[in-house]
């Protein structure tokens, strides 16, 4: 497990109301980003079986951290299921089969709560289950329509990425009361407001450009800061279950950003958010559709 948080450090007080711009670890932290976003940029464009991939790896790797993160009995048989679970998954996801993915996604979540028994875990280890493989499906769904895709996930990157650099920025730099103190001490409210709009501008610009102008701007731009909220409650969501089983990062797989879960957190959210809007608006097969036909 990873190191305890400490309880006894009592959170800012909302009259500290900024942190120094430049951290210690900014070099190590902004090196691996680059990293890790030219992997999933390369991915992209190639697109298919190899983009799937990149997302199952993530979806493995997040199941591993979120079962050892909650602790309890039968650890590799939960693992063991979760794995199956994204093996069935990958397929259906790749080929656009949504309500096929989403069933084996709740039926191998139900499988794992069941293999956890009376632990006292089988309600996290199901989530966990359905979470990572969110983490697979939401970005395989959206990548797969061959009109849309590239265009989809470029907007979710641009959105997501936008959010979160500004967040960090803003927030130092303007400062403020604290989002949420008690769970995420260092977030506040000004980063929060302007990653959110932040990302939704470089959403629509990037979106706007990969659809080569066929998009209308006012709607993507709105649906783009709705992803960044979104994105930002799942990051504030991961942050206070790891308050719940007292950790301070789900692991230490990427340098100065923890583990994978601590990565993606506001990522995935923000694409299950993608996946079902644009399921709710598409008349076809393919979702992305749905993000850009208004």
């Keep these: 497990m990873t190191d305890p948080v400490d309880r006894a450090a009592a959170p800012p007080a909302a009259s500290q109301t ?10 190590v932290r902004a090196a691996a980003a680059v990293v890790l976003a030219a992997l999933a940029l390369i991915a ?6 190899w983009f799937m991939a990149l997302w199952f790896v993530g979806g493995a790797v997040a199941l591993w951290e979120w079962q050892r993160l909650i602790g309890g009995e039968r650890l590799w048989a939960r693992i063991a299921v979760g794995v199956l679970t994204l093996l069935v998954t990958a397929p259906l996801a790749l080929h656009g089969a949504k309500s096929w993915t989403v069933a084996a996604m709740a039926i191998g979540a139900v499988a794992a709560g069941a293999v956890a028994g009376r632990s006292g875990r089988a309600v996290w280890t199901a989530a966990g289950v359905f979470y990572a493989a969110a983490i697979l499906a939401a970005p395989t769904l959206l990548d797969a329509s061959p009109a849309y895709g590239f265009a989809a996930i470029l907007w979710l990157f641009a959105v997501v990425w936008g959010a979160d650099t500004f967040a960090f920025l803003g927030g130092r730099l303007i400062g403020g009361p604290r989002l949420w103190p008690r769970v995420s001490p260092g977030k506040t409210w000004s980063g929060a407001i302007v990653g959110t709009f932040a990302g939704a501008v470089a959403g629509a610009v990037v979106g706007f450009l990969a659809m080569h102008g066929g998009v209308r701007l006012a709607q993507l731009f709105w649906l783009g800061v709705a992803a960044a909220i979104v994105g930002q409650i799942g990051d504030l969501g991961e942050s206070a279950m790891k308050r719940r089983f007292t950790v301070k990062d789900s692991s230490r797989l990427i340098p100065g950003h923890g583990g994978v879960l601590d990565r993606l957190d506001a990522f995935v959210a923000a694409a299950v958010f993608a996946a079902l809007v644009g399921w709710a608006r598409s008349d076809g097969v393919w979702i992305a559709a749905g993000l850009f036909q208004w």
């Design 18 to 27: 900024r942190a120094p711009l430049i951290g210690a670890d900014l070099s």
């Design 44 to 49: 992209a464009w190639i697109g298919g079986f």
